[in-house]
């Protein structure tokens, strides 16, 4: 069982940063493939960016690569997600995912455990 609570989101003008934070308490954490989705009104959740269980080897959505960057800490049981160069086609409700298995996967139905969301918006 993981449990995972997001903090970061927020308002910020394009061109502009944020970092989101993901903690995850439980003890099957360092056993779990982490991932960051995002899901706008109207569109379907969609896997921006995931990360192996060690760490090694990462994911990015097309139009995000370049720009976020997501990394795990598992010491302090944290995973985060850096947004640089934000744009408005960033905005959106951003989940923190959690799956057992070394590796991501980029269909949602695949996730075991969710956190609650945090709102990310960009203003042009």
């Known amino acids: 069982q993981v449990q995972l609570v997001e903090s970061g989101g927020g308002l910020v003008q394009a061109g502009g940063s944020l970092r989101l934070s993901c903690a995850a308490s439980?003890?099957?954490?360092?056993?779990?493939?982490m991932g960051w989705f995002r899901q706008a009104p109207g569109k379907e959740r969609a896997l921006v960016a995931g990360?192996?269980?060690?760490?090694?080897?990462?994911y990015y959505l097309d139009s995000v690569k370049g720009r976020f960057t997501i990394s795990r800490d598992n010491a302090k049981n944290t995973v985060y997600l850096q947004m640089n160069s934000l744009t408005p086609e960033d905005t959106a409700v951003y989940y923190c995912?959690?799956?057992?298995?070394?590796?991501?996967?980029?269909?949602?139905?695949?996730?075991?455990?969710w956190g609650q969301g945090t709102q990310v918006t960009v203003s042009s």
């Open positions: 995912a959690a799956r057992g298995g070394m590796q991501w996967a980029t269909s949602p139905s695949e996730w075991s455990y």
């Open positions: 990360i192996s269980w060690r760490g090694s080897s990462t």
């Open positions: 439980g003890r099957t954490f360092t056993n779990s493939a």
